[in-house]
Structure formats: structure tokens, C-alpha cells
């Protein structure tokens, strides 16, 4: 069961030149959780240790906030009650990754695809792992299978276009999936300083397709 503030998270993105860059989290585009609002969840769990509703609330309230080692602390005695319970698998793999533990994100996220084969958010991330540990060909595959279940990732698009471009040298799906990628952000107004990236780099690639 998918929390109702949907977290994203992109574990690693790649600009346009190929470079890596500091870790994106999709998770950043919601504001934090006023002090106020944890004191009270935390109240509330402590008189009611058992109410899974609050503790779920809390464990989002402490990813949003950045406090992740208090996140995971709950999600543990979470999944110690409950070790098939997808979304608690799933808030565990964002916590390792944010922690740089992507090895063990990848235990969860793969605990959460035996139970739910489309979980589209656990496979994004194992693509984003295979990406930045250099397993192109698998992270496509994996970019290939999200967008299959949901066609309108712009980030699977934008992450799948990066390895077209950079890794396979294959221009023409690059630019695919570029112009997918600009379409979505741009509908949903989104990364306005990236698709401006994106778009230059569309008309570099005719250029080397016309040229070539």
C-alpha cells in the first residue's frame, strides 16, 4: 500500500554532460513537517505504541524532515511485526539510500518486487542503483519495465535518455526519451532550468544525426 504523500526518490541523477551529481530526491519537492506537528505524533505513539496509522506518520514526517536514522528505528519495529508489509520494505530502501547504503536499499526494494511486481517506485530505484554502479544495460532494463507501468515518469525518461546518450550512443532513442522528458516537466511545470538543458541538448543530437 503506497503512502498517501507519494515519496519519489531519484537516487542519482546524471546532467547532461554525463557527470554525476550530487544526490536529487524527489521526496524534496514537499516542505518539512513543523516541529509542532512531530511533537505531537511522537505524544501520540508514545501513549499508543501500537497505532500503525501514527507511527506511519511519523516515519514520513521524520523522511520529509531528514531525520533518518529516527525513521528507521520505527520502520525496523515495523517490519519486526510485519516483515511482508510492502510500504514499510519500500520507506526502508529510501532511508538506506539516503543514508549511502545502497546495497541494503537494494535488499528492500527487491523484498518489495516479490511482493508487488510493479511496484514502480522500488524498480526506478534498483535502475538508479544499476545506473550509478555502472550496470547500464540492467538499469536500462529496469527504466524500460518502470515506464512500462507508468509512461509518464519524466525522471525514468529523463535517467533512460541519459544512457541512450552518454553510454549507448544511440541518439535517436535519446532524443525519445529527451522530448518525453520535456513534455511531462513541462506540463506539470516542473524542473524548468533542466528541460532548458534538455531542450539544447535535443538540438545538439539532430545536430550530429544530421551531420552524420
Known amino acids: 500500500m503506497r503512502i498517501q504523500v507519494i515519496i519519489y526518490i531519484s537516487f542519482y541523477f546524471f ?23 512531530i511533537e505531537k505524533l511522537e505524544k501520540k505513539l508514545v501513549s499508543n505504541p501500537k497505532n500503525t496509522a501514527v507511527r506511519n506518520d511519523l516515519i514520513v514526517a521524520y523522511i520529509k524532515n531528514r531525520f533518518y536514522e529516527k525513521a528507521r528505528n520505527l520502520l525496523a519495529q515495523s517490519l519486526n511485526e510485519n516483515p511482508d508489509n510492502i510500504n514499510s520494505n519500500y520507506l526502508m530502501g529510501l532511508v538506506c ?10 535488499m528492500y526494494y527487491e523484498k ?9 517506485e522500488s524498480i526506478f530505484n534498483l535502475a538508479a542503483i ?28 529523463y535517467n533512460l535518455a541519459i ?15 529527451y522530448r518525453r522528458c520535456v513534455d511531462i516537466y513541462r506540463n506539470k511545470n ?23
Not at 539510500?97 to 537494494?106: I, V
Open 163 to 177: 544512457l541512450y546518450d552518454k553510454r549507448f550512443f544511440d541518439y535517436k532513442n535519446a532524443m525519445y526519451h
Open 15 to 37: 546532467s547532461i554532460q554525463g557527470c554525476a551529481q550530487s544526490k536529487e530526491f524527489r521526496i524534496e519537492k514537499y516542505p518539512p513537517v513543523s516541529a509542532e506537528i
Open 130 to 157: 544499476a545506473q550509478y554502479n555502472s550496470n547500464y544495460e540492467k538499469a536500462k532494463n529496469l527504466y524500460q519495465k518502470a515506464l512500462e507501468i507508468n509512461p509518464n515518469d519524466g525522471d525514468a525518461h
Open 97 to 106: 539510500m539516503r543514508q549511502s547504503l545502497p546495497d541494503e536499499a537494494k
Open 112 to 120: 518489495v518486487l516479490s511482493l508487488n511486481p510493479n511496484h514502480s
Open 190 to 212: 516542473l524542473k524548468q532550468q533542466l528541460v532548458q538543458l534538455v531542450k539544447n541538448r535535443i538540438e545538439e543530437l539532430k545536430s550530429i544525426e544530421e551531420s552524420g
